[in-house]
């Protein structure tokens, strides 16, 4: 794998611990980020805000690879409730419009939130699409693709199968996937979903964890495969950066002298011995 640009995804851009921890990631070599959009805290209208942070972001020398719309059960596009899927419709639009302006040309978007196993999955997966295709027509001349995450079990597009029916829906240069590992890990197919989506996929979610629940650990933290992921990812079409989308209480510099040796180890596997630190 040649070597990419690191990535760090910053969290919610108005209530997070964004701001604090731009020159920071600066600093130990992360070149560019993901900010997340939530409905409540972000609004791609409000000028001064997305003006002021675009400067920041300018000032740190990031660029922004991508950025998250928002999710949730209030702003379902899979919800079978008419109310709920236009609000999530509408800000996914919003979401799409702030990411323009802000320079990104991907925006990360859940195809539907809680869905449990005996429930009807085609309903939500249809509607899902018809909102997917009404926020498509919205960002026609605005150069930003969707990229549909992989989602944790219990939730809609966890399986390939389901997620790959709704990227393939649509044409490969405005859809793609968000390849996310933990979630995979999670649900115990990571190997299998990273065969199914490697042509399609178009950013990444790179984190960890023990196998039981979405923890976000650096990788070498749980128990991923990182061998296999590195080479998935080097026979895939994906050029992009290694976003890490991690996270880890107290000290956060700490945190990112790990990320930057994995981002390091990924370059450079076959000199390099992978920085495992548990399991």
Request: hydrophobic share 40%.
């Amino acid at each position: 794998m040649a070597k990419r640009p690191v990535g760090c995804a910053i969290g919610n851009l108005r209530n997070g611990p964004a701001a604090e921890r731009l020159g920071a990631i600066r600093f130990f070599g992360v070149e560019c980020i993901e900010p997340q959009f939530d409905i409540d805290a972000f609004d791609a209208d409000d000028e001064p805000f997305v003006h002021a942070a675009r400067d920041q972001f300018k000032q740190a020398r990031l660029s922004v690879w991508s950025v998250h719309a928002p999710f949730g059960l209030e702003v379902d596009l899979s919800s079978a409730d008419t109310a709920i899927r236009a609000r999530g419709t509408a800000a996914v639009k919003r979401a799409a419009r702030g990411a323009a302006f802000l320079g990104a040309g991907v925006m990360v978007v859940h195809c539907g939130d809680l869905c449990g196993s005996n429930q009807d999955r085609q309903g939500p997966l249809e509607r899902s699409k018809e909102a997917l295709s009404e926020i498509l027509t919205a960002c026609d001349g605005i150069n930003v693709r969707i990229a549909l995450e992989n989602l944790p079990p219990g939730r809609l597009t966890c399986e390939a199968e389901e997620l790959m029916s709704v990227v393939t829906a649509f044409p490969a240069d405005r859809v793609g996937v968000c390849l996310d590992t933990g979630h995979a890990n999670i649900a115990g197919t990571l190997n299998s979903l990273m065969d199914a989506v490697s042509s399609r996929i178009i950013t990444v979610h790179l984190h960890d964890n023990d196998g039981s629940e979405d923890q976000h650990l650096v990788p070498g933290d749980g128990t991923i495969d990182w061998q296999m992921v590195r080479s998935a990812l080097d026979s895939s079409p994906y050029d992009g950066p290694l976003m890490f989308e991690v996270d880890r209480p107290g000290a956060y510099a700490e945190m990112m002298v790990d990320v930057m040796k994995t981002a390091e180890w990924f370059a450079n596997w076959n000199t390099h011995t992978f920085p495992r630190r548990k399991y």
